[in-house]
């Protein structure tokens, strides 16, 4: 294992553990002790890796409160306060969304569909900004203090820089803001539908996102929300299975899709 001061690879296994079971290892070139975990966002916590980020998961997919979280961890032997679990959720939540960011770039249909859900943050209804393709897909979301022009540019500018690339078509409803802000951020070549019936396909997307928060009675900051949504959808998005010319995925497929992506994913996050 290198070490991760000096990246030299003359490094040496060492008969010590760490308190929680992790190796330890001393580097030949600068001296330095350190253990599997040392230089990664998890080396300061004393749970293992797989414990916080399983708990962390836990809260954002499944519509569990803090303390349903402490209490499933009370099963596997470990006792965690519900405020411990709030702090592993705003430190490794937006890592969760990084990663998972970082694997739709370039993935996108060109069909989009965009649309805003209210989510209330104390006791005030705010803008969550959401898009997908033709395929149920997520392209990106935002959460907004209004529901405005400038509101709207910052979305579509949001889109095009994380994706790579610019839609042929275009669904939202009929707010006014969207109209100027698709022409002056996409340009007047792509395809402009606002009609309500048609961006029903959205309208449905955000159930999800809605009753997922429920358990948490609010949000009292800005900031935990925007970003507890944003790893919401990226990990919904992540984990969805999707139908094949058409056909309902058997339910022993999709166990084993579902399994293999909790794995890698689990996997990526504690490197």
């Given at each position: 294992m290198p070490c991760p001061r000096c990246s030299s690879k003359s490094t040496s296994k060492r008969k010590h553990r760490t308190s929680i079971g992790y190796r330890t290892y001393i580097c030949s070139n600068c001296g330095r002790r350190f253990n599997k975990r040392s230089?990664?966002?998890?080396?300061?916590?004393?749970?293992?890796?797989?414990?916080?980020?399983?708990?962390?998961?836990?809260q954002l997919r499944y519509k569990l409160s803090f303390?349903?979280?402490?209490?499933?961890l009370l099963h596997r032997g470990f006792e965690v306060s519900y405020e411990t679990i709030r702090v592993w959720e705003f430190r490794f939540a937006p890592l969760v969304s990084e990663n998972l960011r970082s694997k739709r770039r370039g993935t996108a249909g060109r069909s989009w569909y965009l649309d805003e859900a209210l989510i209330k943050?104390?006791?005030?209804?705010?803008?969550?900004?959401?898009?997908?393709?033709?395929?149920?897909?997520?392209?990106?979301?935002?959460?907004?203090?209004?529901?405005?022009?400038?509101?709207?540019?910052?979305?579509?500018?949001?889109?095009?820089?994380?994706?790579?690339?610019?839609?042929?078509?275009?669904?939202?409803?009929?707010?006014?803001?969207y109209t100027k802000a698709i022409r002056w951020i996409v340009g007047r070549k792509v395809l402009h539908r606002h009609n309500q019936y048609l961006n029903n396909r959205i309208e449905q997307d955000h159930r999800s996102i809605k009753q997922g928060y429920y358990p948490m009675l609010g949000f009292a900051k800005f900031e935990s929300a925007s970003?507890?949504?944003?790893?919401?959808?990226?990990?919904?998005?992540y984990l969805r299975v999707h139908a094949t010319d058409g056909e309902q995925v058997p339910a022993d497929v999709r166990r084993k899709i579902f399994t293999d992506k909790w794995s890698t994913l689990m996997t990526e996050l504690a490197a």
């Open positions: 230089g990664t966002p998890f080396n300061d916590l004393q749970f293992p890796t797989n414990i916080v980020l399983l708990a962390v998961l836990w303390r349903h979280v402490a209490e499933l943050v104390s006791g005030r209804w705010r803008y969550l900004y959401r898009a997908i393709d033709r395929d149920g897909n997520l392209l990106d979301s935002m959460l907004s203090e209004h529901r405005d022009k400038h509101a709207a540019r910052r979305f579509l500018r949001r889109l095009i820089d994380s994706l790579g690339q610019k839609p042929l078509r275009m669904t939202t409803d009929k707010h006014p803001a970003r507890f949504c944003n790893a919401f959808d990226e990990l919904r998005n």
